[in-house]
């Protein structure tokens, strides 16, 4: 909810900006994605971070956690500094690369994959798999429809 309130109001903002403020509310609309679509990215680093980081680091979970923050300011500075009019675009592609490699990831770390877990019936792992790869194709969804209609003719008169 406080996220869709975010993008609709710079989308009555950008309608009829206020002299002075469009650098303003340039800076808020790429804070809104990369928090928006940054924050899931970083979870999915976090993951991400748990299958490669060695076993036995020290501090590992500590790094864990860094590794979520680290990627969070990589998503803030990207969006800060990216073409406006593809950062939204860009950022979703990424999400889905992060969520989509995480199965991938887990195979290549632990030899685990769908079918091993189905077969070892280890529902969690299955479950989590399944999970990052929908959440994977809803970020792909999310860049196709967006791509779909930042090209669609305006019908505002």
Sequence with gaps: MI???MIIWTFKRRDKPIAGQIFKLSIIERLNA???VGLPIAIGVFFASNRLLPVDMAERGIWEIHCLF???AACIVFCLFHRAERVWLDSLWL???VFIALPF???VTTGQHLIWSWQHQDWLMLGFDLTVLMTGALFVMSAVLLKHY???PSHQP
């Design 70 to 72: 680290m990627a969070l």
């Design 3 to 5: 996220a869709t309130g």
């Design 34 to 36: 990369a928090f928006i």
């Design 105 to 107: 990831i887990n195979l």
């Design 150 to 152: 930042s090209h669609a």
């Design 95 to 97: 999400g889905a690369f």
